[in-house]
C-alpha cells in the first residue's frame, strides 16, 4: 500500500517561475489537503478538498493554486513563485467524516521541499 | 492568528527521563486533540489522541494530560529513549472535522 506519494521530493525554482507539486493517495480518502511547514509556525493548511471537484482554501491559500478532478489526484499549483514560498509541503488525506461521529486521522505524504531563489 | 500555541520549541532530555509538551488553545468549540509525531524525512504520523470527556490517556510510554478549564493539554513520555527523538506537533479540531489546526511543533532530542 503506497500510501500517500508526493512529487518532486526536492525543487529549487526562481522567483516568478510556475510549477506543480504532486500529490496521489491510493486509500480512496475524500479528504486531501495540503500543508506547508515552516521553523517556528507549525503546519499550515493552504488549501483542501471533500472530493473530486470540491475545493475550499485553509488558513494561507494566497499564491497557491489547487484542483480535484480524481479521488486519487490533489495537485498544488505555484503560480508565480515568491521566495516567501521557499518551505516543506505536504499532502495529507483522510477519510470523510461530514460531521459524523469519527476522529480525523490524517495521513500524511513524505514531502516536497521546495526552494525559490 | 494562532489557535493552537505549543512550547516549548525544542527540547532535550536525557535517556530514561520524562519529556513533557505543552499546549494551549483557544477556541472552546475544539473538541478532539490529537498529537502527531514526525521523523526527519518524514511525514507527520499520528501518534495519540484525547477528547474531552477524560482527563488522561495512556498508550504506552506516552500520556496525554488534559486540563479542558485551562484550555490546555501536554503530552508525557515516559523512560524517553533516543529513537523517540523527533518533532511532535500538537492539533485541535472539532469532533467530526477533518480540518486540523496544528500547533507549532517541538524538537525533542534524547541524549545517551
Known amino acids: 500500500n503506497a500510501g500517500v506519494t508526493q512529487t518532486p521530493k526536492f525543487q529549487v525554482l526562481k522567483t516568478g517561475q510556475s510549477m506543480t507539486l504532486q500529490c496521489a493517495q491510493d486509500?480512496?480518502?475524500?479528504?486531501m489537503s495540503w500543508y506547508r511547514q515552516d521553523p517556528g509556525m507549525g503546519l499550515r493548511l493552504i488549501h483542501y478538498?471533500?472530493?473530486?471537484?470540491?475545493?475550499d482554501q485553509g488558513e494561507v491559500p494566497n499564491g497557491y493554486n489547487v484542483s480535484r478532478s480524481t479521488t486519487e489526484d490533489f495537485p498544488l499549483r505555484l503560480l508565480s513563485a515568491a521566495p516567501s514560498q521557499t518551505s516543506v509541503y505536504f499532502c495529507?488525506?483522510?477519510?470523510?467524516?461530514?460531521?459524523?461521529?469519527?476522529?480525523?486521522?490524517?495521513?500524511f505524504g513524505a514531502g516536497s521541499r521546495l526552494t525559490v531563489l | 492568528q494562532q489557535q493552537v500555541k505549543q512550547s516549548p520549541q525544542s527540547l532535550i532530555v536525557q535517556k530514561g527521563g520524562i519529556s513533557i509538551i505543552n499546549c494551549a488553545y483557544e477556541?472552546?468549540?475544539?473538541?478532539?486533540f490529537p498529537w502527531y509525531q514526525q521523523f526527519p524525512g518524514k511525514g507527520p504520523a499520528l501518534l495519540i489522541a484525547?477528547?474531552?470527556?477524560?482527563s488522561e490517556k495512556k498508550e504506552g510510554r506516552f500520556t496525554i494530560s488534559f486540563n479542558k478549564s485551562a484550555k490546555q493539554f501536554s503530552l508525557h513520555i515516559m523512560d524517553s529513549q533516543p529513537g523517540d527523538s523527533a518533532t511532535y506537533f500538537c492539533?485541535?479540531?472539532?469532533?467530526?472535522?477533518?480540518?486540523?489546526?496544528f500547533g507549532t511543533g517541538t524538537r525533542l532530542t534524547i541524549i545517551p
Open positions: 495529507a488525506s483522510s477519510y470523510l467524516l461530514a460531521g459524523y461521529s469519527g476522529a480525523n486521522v490524517l495521513t
Open positions: 486509500m480512496n480518502h475524500e479528504y
Open positions: 478538498s471533500v472530493g473530486a471537484g470540491i475545493t
Open positions: 477556541n472552546t468549540a475544539f473538541d478532539y
Open positions: 484525547i477528547r474531552p470527556d477524560v
Open positions: 492539533a485541535a479540531s472539532l469532533w467530526g472535522n477533518e480540518k486540523l489546526t
